[in-house]
Protein backbone atom coordinates (compact mmCIF):
# COMPACT_ATOMS: atom_id res chain seq x y z
CA UNK A 1 0.00 0.00 0.00
CA UNK A 2 1.04 3.50 -0.66
CA UNK A 3 2.36 6.35 2.01
CA UNK A 4 -1.08 8.39 0.90
CA UNK A 5 -3.28 5.91 2.17
CA UNK A 6 -1.15 4.57 4.99
CA UNK A 7 -0.70 8.13 6.76
CA UNK A 8 -4.59 8.91 6.45
CA UNK A 9 -5.69 5.65 8.05
CA UNK A 10 -2.98 6.12 10.85
CA UNK A 11 -3.91 9.48 11.05
CA UNK A 12 -7.65 8.54 11.45
CA UNK A 13 -6.97 5.86 14.19
CA UNK A 14 -4.86 8.20 16.36
CA UNK A 15 -7.13 11.13 16.13
CA UNK A 16 -10.13 8.86 16.56
CA UNK A 17 -8.24 6.83 19.28
CA UNK A 18 -7.67 10.24 21.41
CA UNK A 19 -11.45 11.30 21.11
CA UNK A 20 -12.42 7.79 22.28
CA UNK A 21 -10.58 7.94 25.46
CA UNK A 22 -10.92 11.79 25.85
CA UNK A 23 -15.00 10.67 25.79
CA UNK A 24 -14.22 8.30 28.84
CA UNK A 25 -11.25 9.79 30.79
CA UNK A 26 -12.33 13.67 30.93
CA UNK A 27 -16.05 13.52 32.64
CA UNK A 28 -13.89 11.15 35.46
CA UNK A 29 -11.15 14.32 35.57
CA UNK A 30 -14.15 16.40 35.74
CA UNK A 31 -15.36 14.47 38.85
CA UNK A 32 -11.89 13.90 40.52
CA UNK A 33 -10.89 17.98 40.29
CA UNK A 34 -15.09 19.36 40.86
CA UNK A 35 -16.36 16.46 42.87
CA UNK A 36 -19.85 17.04 41.29
CA UNK A 37 -21.66 14.88 38.81
CA UNK A 38 -23.38 18.52 37.82
CA UNK A 39 -20.35 20.11 36.83
CA UNK A 40 -19.61 16.96 34.32
CA UNK A 41 -23.09 17.31 32.78
CA UNK A 42 -22.76 21.09 32.54
CA UNK A 43 -19.26 20.56 30.57
CA UNK A 44 -21.00 17.96 28.48
CA UNK A 45 -23.73 19.92 27.35
CA UNK A 46 -21.68 23.12 27.22
CA UNK A 47 -19.87 21.52 24.67
CA UNK A 48 -22.68 19.72 22.56
CA UNK A 49 -23.81 22.54 20.95
CA UNK A 50 -21.10 24.02 19.34
CA UNK A 51 -19.86 20.89 18.28
CA UNK A 52 -23.29 20.59 16.38
CA UNK A 53 -23.43 24.19 15.43
CA UNK A 54 -19.52 23.56 13.80
CA UNK A 55 -20.28 20.74 12.01
CA UNK A 56 -23.06 23.02 10.14
CA UNK A 57 -21.43 25.88 9.61
CA UNK A 58 -17.62 24.77 9.40
CA UNK A 59 -18.13 22.77 5.77
CA UNK A 60 -17.98 26.37 3.74
CA UNK A 61 -14.45 26.25 5.44
CA UNK A 62 -13.58 23.36 4.46
CA UNK A 63 -14.72 23.64 0.79
CA UNK A 64 -13.17 26.37 0.08
CA UNK A 65 -9.12 25.55 1.76
CA UNK A 66 -6.85 22.64 0.83
CA UNK A 67 -8.58 19.67 2.74
CA UNK A 68 -5.42 18.13 4.12
CA UNK A 69 -4.26 21.73 5.78
CA UNK A 70 -8.35 21.78 7.39
CA UNK A 71 -7.66 17.67 8.87
CA UNK A 72 -4.31 18.83 10.23
CA UNK A 73 -5.40 22.45 11.59
CA UNK A 74 -8.38 20.65 13.21
CA UNK A 75 -6.34 17.79 14.69
CA UNK A 76 -4.13 20.93 16.13
CA UNK A 77 -7.05 22.65 17.62
CA UNK A 78 -7.74 19.40 19.17
CA UNK A 79 -4.69 18.65 20.53
CA UNK A 80 -4.22 22.56 22.26
CA UNK A 81 -7.56 22.41 23.59
CA UNK A 82 -6.82 19.28 25.59
CA UNK A 83 -2.87 20.18 26.23
CA UNK A 84 -4.26 23.58 27.37
CA UNK A 85 -5.72 22.19 30.59
CA UNK A 86 -2.90 20.72 32.55
CA UNK A 87 -1.10 23.93 32.06
CA UNK A 88 -3.85 25.77 33.46
CA UNK A 89 -4.16 22.91 36.44
CA UNK A 90 -0.18 23.78 36.82
CA UNK A 91 -0.80 28.18 36.53
CA UNK A 92 -4.33 28.31 38.34
CA UNK A 93 -5.60 25.14 38.93
CA UNK A 94 -8.95 23.68 37.07
CA UNK A 95 -12.63 24.92 37.71
CA UNK A 96 -15.60 23.74 35.53
CA UNK A 97 -15.22 27.18 33.46
CA UNK A 98 -11.77 26.24 32.06
CA UNK A 99 -13.52 22.97 31.23
CA UNK A 100 -16.15 24.51 29.40
CA UNK A 101 -13.93 26.85 28.10
CA UNK A 102 -11.42 24.33 26.15
CA UNK A 103 -14.54 22.21 25.58
CA UNK A 104 -15.92 24.02 23.59
CA UNK A 105 -12.62 25.34 21.85
CA UNK A 106 -11.84 21.84 21.48
CA UNK A 107 -15.52 20.96 19.96
CA UNK A 108 -15.14 23.21 17.10
CA UNK A 109 -11.98 20.66 15.77
CA UNK A 110 -14.07 17.72 16.51
CA UNK A 111 -16.65 17.30 13.74
CA UNK A 112 -15.00 19.76 11.46
CA UNK A 113 -12.09 17.24 11.76
CA UNK A 114 -14.35 14.33 10.95
CA UNK A 115 -15.79 16.32 7.99
CA UNK A 116 -12.23 17.17 6.53
CA UNK A 117 -11.80 13.83 6.98
CA UNK A 118 -14.10 12.54 5.03
CA UNK A 119 -14.14 14.87 2.73
CA UNK A 120 -10.31 14.13 1.70
CA UNK A 121 -11.29 10.16 1.26
CA UNK A 122 -11.93 10.94 -2.87
CA UNK A 123 -8.28 12.54 -3.15
CA UNK A 124 -7.05 9.29 -1.22
CA UNK A 125 -8.35 6.74 -3.50
CA UNK A 126 -7.21 8.89 -6.76
CA UNK A 127 -3.56 9.23 -5.60
CA UNK A 128 -2.87 6.15 -3.67
CA UNK A 129 -4.48 3.97 -6.47
CA UNK A 130 -6.43 2.22 -3.82
CA UNK A 131 -9.98 0.69 -4.39
CA UNK A 132 -12.94 2.76 -2.24
CA UNK A 133 -13.89 -0.20 -1.01
CA UNK A 134 -10.77 -1.12 0.21
CA UNK A 135 -10.07 2.12 1.58
CA UNK A 136 -13.56 2.51 3.28
CA UNK A 137 -14.00 -1.06 5.18
CA UNK A 138 -10.43 -0.30 6.48
CA UNK A 139 -11.47 2.44 7.99
CA UNK A 140 -14.68 1.44 9.30
CA UNK A 141 -12.45 -1.57 11.14
CA UNK A 142 -10.32 0.91 12.26
CA UNK A 143 -12.64 3.06 13.91
CA UNK A 144 -14.17 -0.08 15.40
CA UNK A 145 -11.02 -1.11 16.88
CA UNK A 146 -10.36 2.74 18.44
CA UNK A 147 -14.35 1.45 19.99
CA UNK A 148 -12.48 -1.43 21.37
CA UNK A 149 -9.11 0.36 22.85
CA UNK A 150 -10.25 3.73 23.58
CA UNK A 151 -12.29 2.96 26.53
CA UNK A 152 -9.90 0.08 28.11
CA UNK A 153 -6.91 2.34 27.21
CA UNK A 154 -8.88 5.35 29.22
CA UNK A 155 -9.92 3.01 32.68
CA UNK A 156 -6.20 1.54 32.22
CA UNK A 157 -4.33 4.91 32.10
CA UNK A 158 -6.31 6.71 34.84
CA UNK A 159 -5.19 3.99 37.39
CA UNK A 160 -1.84 3.93 36.08
CA UNK A 161 -1.16 7.53 35.65
CA UNK A 162 -2.77 11.01 37.25
CA UNK A 163 -4.99 13.26 35.42
CA UNK A 164 -2.83 15.42 33.79
CA UNK A 165 -0.39 12.92 32.62
CA UNK A 166 -3.51 11.34 30.52
CA UNK A 167 -4.61 14.61 29.12
CA UNK A 168 -1.35 15.10 27.84
CA UNK A 169 -1.25 11.22 26.39
CA UNK A 170 -4.75 12.36 24.77
CA UNK A 171 -3.19 15.67 23.42
CA UNK A 172 -0.24 13.95 21.99
CA UNK A 173 -2.56 11.41 19.82
CA UNK A 174 -4.04 14.27 18.41
CA UNK A 175 -0.67 16.15 17.45
CA UNK A 176 0.59 12.59 15.93
CA UNK A 177 -2.67 12.52 13.88
CA UNK A 178 -2.03 16.16 12.45
CA UNK A 179 1.74 15.34 11.80
CA UNK A 180 0.92 11.91 10.10
CA UNK A 181 -1.64 13.86 8.07
CA UNK A 182 1.53 15.99 7.30
CA UNK A 183 2.79 12.41 5.02
CA UNK A 184 0.69 13.46 2.35
CA UNK A 185 1.48 15.90 -0.41
CA UNK A 186 -0.01 18.96 -0.21
CA UNK A 187 -1.51 18.60 -3.90
CA UNK A 188 -3.43 15.76 -2.49
CA UNK A 189 -5.88 17.75 -0.46
CA UNK A 190 -6.32 20.93 -3.21
CA UNK A 191 -9.40 21.96 -4.39
CA UNK A 192 -10.39 23.32 -7.45
CA UNK A 193 -9.70 27.57 -7.82
CA UNK A 194 -12.60 29.37 -6.27
CA UNK A 195 -13.88 31.83 -8.90
CA UNK A 196 -13.25 35.65 -7.69
CA UNK A 197 -17.24 35.92 -8.36
CA UNK A 198 -18.26 33.05 -6.23
CA UNK A 199 -21.01 33.72 -3.74
CA UNK A 200 -20.31 34.46 0.08
CA UNK A 201 -20.27 32.13 2.24
CA UNK A 202 -23.64 31.73 3.27
CA UNK A 203 -25.12 31.38 -0.17
CA UNK A 204 -22.86 28.55 -0.32
CA UNK A 205 -23.83 27.33 2.82
CA UNK A 206 -27.86 27.25 1.35
CA UNK A 207 -26.13 25.51 -1.65
CA UNK A 208 -25.09 23.02 -0.29
CA UNK A 209 -28.02 21.92 2.20
CA UNK A 210 -30.00 22.75 -1.05
CA UNK A 211 -28.42 20.15 -2.57
CA UNK A 212 -28.47 17.42 0.18
CA UNK A 213 -32.43 18.38 1.16
CA UNK A 214 -33.49 18.31 -3.13
CA UNK A 215 -31.32 15.08 -3.45
CA UNK A 216 -33.64 11.70 -2.27
CA UNK A 217 -30.24 9.50 -2.35
CA UNK A 218 -28.28 12.09 0.01
CA UNK A 219 -31.84 12.54 1.94
CA UNK A 220 -32.05 8.40 2.47
CA UNK A 221 -28.33 8.12 3.58
CA UNK A 222 -28.77 10.63 5.80
CA UNK A 223 -31.85 9.72 7.30
CA UNK A 224 -31.05 5.90 7.67
CA UNK A 225 -27.73 6.57 9.50
CA UNK A 226 -29.81 9.23 11.78
CA UNK A 227 -32.61 6.14 12.51
CA UNK A 228 -29.68 3.31 13.14
CA UNK A 229 -27.45 6.18 15.12
CA UNK A 230 -30.99 7.06 17.45
CA UNK A 231 -32.00 3.20 17.50
CA UNK A 232 -28.67 2.42 18.72
CA UNK A 233 -27.92 5.52 21.35
CA UNK A 234 -30.87 4.88 22.98
CA UNK A 235 -30.03 1.10 23.20
CA UNK A 236 -26.52 1.50 24.50
CA UNK A 237 -27.43 4.92 26.89
CA UNK A 238 -30.15 4.00 28.82
CA UNK A 239 -32.24 0.97 27.89
CA UNK A 240 -29.27 -1.37 28.39
CA UNK A 241 -27.62 -0.28 31.65
CA UNK A 242 -31.46 -0.11 32.97
CA UNK A 243 -31.66 -4.00 31.80
CA UNK A 244 -28.64 -5.25 33.13
CA UNK A 245 -29.28 -2.93 36.61
CA UNK A 246 -32.50 -4.58 36.78
CA UNK A 247 -30.81 -7.91 36.25
CA UNK A 248 -28.29 -7.00 38.95
CA UNK A 249 -25.38 -7.18 35.95
CA UNK A 250 -24.55 -3.59 35.71
CA UNK A 251 -21.01 -5.13 34.76
CA UNK A 252 -22.17 -6.51 31.65
CA UNK A 253 -22.65 -3.27 29.82
CA UNK A 254 -19.38 -3.17 28.71
CA UNK A 255 -19.04 -6.69 27.17
CA UNK A 256 -22.03 -5.78 24.88
CA UNK A 257 -20.01 -2.43 23.32
CA UNK A 258 -17.10 -4.95 22.99
CA UNK A 259 -19.57 -7.14 20.50
CA UNK A 260 -20.91 -4.13 18.98
CA UNK A 261 -17.03 -2.92 18.62
CA UNK A 262 -15.99 -6.57 17.36
CA UNK A 263 -19.03 -6.89 14.93
CA UNK A 264 -18.10 -3.63 13.33
CA UNK A 265 -14.26 -4.60 13.04
CA UNK A 266 -15.14 -8.16 11.56
CA UNK A 267 -17.73 -6.33 9.15
CA UNK A 268 -15.73 -3.35 8.30
CA UNK A 269 -12.51 -6.44 7.39
CA UNK A 270 -15.08 -8.22 5.08
CA UNK A 271 -16.27 -5.42 3.26
CA UNK A 272 -12.49 -4.10 2.76
CA UNK A 273 -11.84 -7.87 1.38
CA UNK A 274 -14.51 -8.59 -0.73
CA UNK A 275 -16.78 -5.53 -1.35
CA UNK A 276 -15.55 -4.99 -4.98
CA UNK A 277 -16.53 -8.86 -5.73
CA UNK A 278 -19.73 -9.18 -3.57
CA UNK A 279 -22.12 -6.45 -5.21
CA UNK A 280 -23.30 -3.89 -3.39
CA UNK A 281 -26.76 -5.06 -3.73
CA UNK A 282 -25.43 -7.89 -1.57
CA UNK A 283 -23.97 -5.63 0.81
CA UNK A 284 -26.68 -3.39 1.09
CA UNK A 285 -29.53 -6.23 2.05
CA UNK A 286 -27.24 -7.85 4.19
CA UNK A 287 -26.14 -4.44 6.02
CA UNK A 288 -30.31 -3.74 6.36
CA UNK A 289 -31.44 -7.14 7.07
CA UNK A 290 -28.64 -7.45 9.59
CA UNK A 291 -29.25 -4.49 11.59
CA UNK A 292 -32.71 -5.31 11.67
CA UNK A 293 -31.92 -8.77 13.04
CA UNK A 294 -29.79 -7.42 15.82
CA UNK A 295 -31.90 -4.31 16.27
CA UNK A 296 -34.70 -7.44 17.05
CA UNK A 297 -32.58 -9.70 19.46
CA UNK A 298 -31.34 -7.39 21.66
CA UNK A 299 -35.23 -5.82 22.17
CA UNK A 300 -36.16 -8.95 23.48
CA UNK A 301 -34.04 -9.03 26.30
CA UNK A 302 -34.73 -12.31 26.67
CA UNK A 303 -31.17 -12.93 27.91
CA UNK A 304 -27.72 -11.71 28.34
CA UNK A 305 -26.17 -13.94 25.65
CA UNK A 306 -29.14 -13.37 23.06
CA UNK A 307 -28.10 -9.35 23.54
CA UNK A 308 -24.64 -10.35 23.22
CA UNK A 309 -25.32 -11.75 19.78
CA UNK A 310 -27.64 -8.83 18.63
CA UNK A 311 -25.14 -6.26 19.64
CA UNK A 312 -22.59 -8.57 17.35
CA UNK A 313 -24.99 -8.82 14.37
CA UNK A 314 -25.48 -5.42 14.76
CA UNK A 315 -21.64 -4.54 14.20
CA UNK A 316 -21.09 -7.07 12.03
CA UNK A 317 -23.98 -5.42 9.83
CA UNK A 318 -23.23 -1.66 10.41
CA UNK A 319 -19.71 -2.23 9.68
CA UNK A 320 -21.26 -3.54 6.17
CA UNK A 321 -23.74 -1.07 5.80
CA UNK A 322 -21.81 1.76 6.65
CA UNK A 323 -18.33 1.00 4.42
CA UNK A 324 -21.06 0.75 1.39
CA UNK A 325 -22.51 4.19 2.57
CA UNK A 326 -19.19 5.75 2.55
CA UNK A 327 -18.00 4.54 -0.88
CA UNK A 328 -21.23 5.61 -1.95
CA UNK A 329 -20.50 8.93 -0.53
CA UNK A 330 -17.40 9.51 -2.24
CA UNK A 331 -18.90 8.73 -5.71
CA UNK A 332 -22.19 10.77 -5.42
CA UNK A 333 -21.67 14.14 -3.47
CA UNK A 334 -20.23 17.11 -5.82
CA UNK A 335 -16.57 17.11 -5.24
CA UNK A 336 -16.66 21.15 -4.34
CA UNK A 337 -19.60 20.41 -1.73
CA UNK A 338 -18.27 17.58 -0.07
CA UNK A 339 -17.36 20.07 3.12
CA UNK A 340 -20.72 21.55 3.52
CA UNK A 341 -22.78 18.53 2.89
CA UNK A 342 -20.75 15.90 5.33
CA UNK A 343 -20.73 18.50 7.43
CA UNK A 344 -24.15 18.50 7.96
CA UNK A 345 -24.45 14.87 7.97
CA UNK A 346 -22.04 14.97 10.57
CA UNK A 347 -24.07 17.60 12.37
CA UNK A 348 -26.95 15.81 12.67
CA UNK A 349 -25.65 12.27 13.53
CA UNK A 350 -23.84 14.47 16.49
CA UNK A 351 -27.71 14.94 17.90
CA UNK A 352 -28.77 12.00 16.90
CA UNK A 353 -27.76 9.97 20.23
CA UNK A 354 -29.13 12.79 22.54
CA UNK A 355 -32.30 12.42 20.88
CA UNK A 356 -32.27 8.26 20.79
CA UNK A 357 -31.31 8.84 24.78
CA UNK A 358 -34.16 11.15 25.41
CA UNK A 359 -36.96 8.93 23.63
CA UNK A 360 -35.63 6.31 25.51
CA UNK A 361 -36.03 7.72 28.55
CA UNK A 362 -39.48 9.02 27.98
CA UNK A 363 -40.59 5.66 27.01
CA UNK A 364 -38.85 3.84 30.21
CA UNK A 365 -40.45 6.40 32.20
CA UNK A 366 -44.04 6.18 31.42
CA UNK A 367 -43.89 2.70 29.94
CA UNK A 368 -41.38 0.17 31.11
CA UNK A 369 -37.80 -0.56 29.80
CA UNK A 370 -39.32 -3.46 27.66
CA UNK A 371 -41.67 -1.12 26.13
CA UNK A 372 -38.71 1.20 25.11
CA UNK A 373 -36.67 -1.71 23.61
CA UNK A 374 -39.71 -2.72 21.52
CA UNK A 375 -40.79 0.78 20.63
CA UNK A 376 -37.20 2.57 19.69
CA UNK A 377 -36.23 -0.52 16.64
CA UNK A 378 -39.58 0.41 15.06
CA UNK A 379 -37.83 3.59 14.43
CA UNK A 380 -35.06 1.58 12.01
CA UNK A 381 -38.24 -0.06 10.48
CA UNK A 382 -40.22 3.30 9.76
CA UNK A 383 -36.77 4.88 8.52
CA UNK A 384 -35.58 1.35 5.98
CA UNK A 385 -39.64 1.19 4.88
CA UNK A 386 -39.46 4.95 3.90
CA UNK A 387 -36.03 5.26 2.28
CA UNK A 388 -34.68 2.37 0.90
CA UNK A 389 -36.45 2.64 -2.05
CA UNK A 390 -34.21 5.72 -2.99
CA UNK A 391 -31.10 3.79 -2.42
CA UNK A 392 -31.60 0.74 -4.50
CA UNK A 393 -31.34 2.87 -8.31
CA UNK A 394 -28.27 4.28 -6.94
CA UNK A 395 -26.01 1.63 -5.99
CA UNK A 396 -23.70 1.29 -9.21
CA UNK A 397 -21.07 2.98 -9.68
CA UNK A 398 -21.33 6.38 -12.03
CA UNK A 399 -19.12 6.22 -15.21
CA UNK A 400 -16.41 7.54 -13.44
CA UNK A 401 -16.57 7.74 -10.20
CA UNK A 402 -14.39 10.05 -8.56
CA UNK A 403 -14.75 12.84 -10.56
CA UNK A 404 -18.00 13.92 -8.82
CA UNK A 405 -18.82 16.56 -12.05
CA UNK A 406 -21.80 18.07 -12.05
CA UNK A 407 -23.93 15.80 -12.54
CA UNK A 408 -23.65 14.11 -9.65
CA UNK A 409 -25.66 16.86 -8.26
CA UNK A 410 -29.16 15.50 -10.28
CA UNK A 411 -28.57 12.21 -8.13
CA UNK A 412 -32.15 11.47 -8.35
CA UNK A 413 -33.99 10.03 -11.90
Known amino acids: MKIVPVAYL ?186 ANASNSWTQLRDGWRVLLSSRFLVATTMLSVASMVVLAALQGLILPVYFTLEDQPGRLGFVLTALAAGMLVGGAIYAICGARIGRRTSFVAGLSGTTLGFALIATLSSTWVVFGGAFVVGLASGLFGSLLGVLMIERIPEDMKGRIMGTQNAVLTIAPSIGILGAALLTQYGSVKVAAIVLPGVWLLAMAVFTRSLLGNLEPENDQTTNDKTAVAIDA
Do not use: C, K
Open 10 to 195: SSYLLSLLGNSIAAVALPLIVLQVTGSALSAGIVAAATAVPAVLAGLFMGVVIDRINRRTSSVVTDLVSAASVAALPVIDMITGLSVGWFVLFGIVGSLGDVPGMTARDALLPAIVRHGSIASERLVGIRESLGAGALLIGPAAAGTLMVVFDGSTLLWITATTSLVAALLTLLIPHSVGQIAEIP
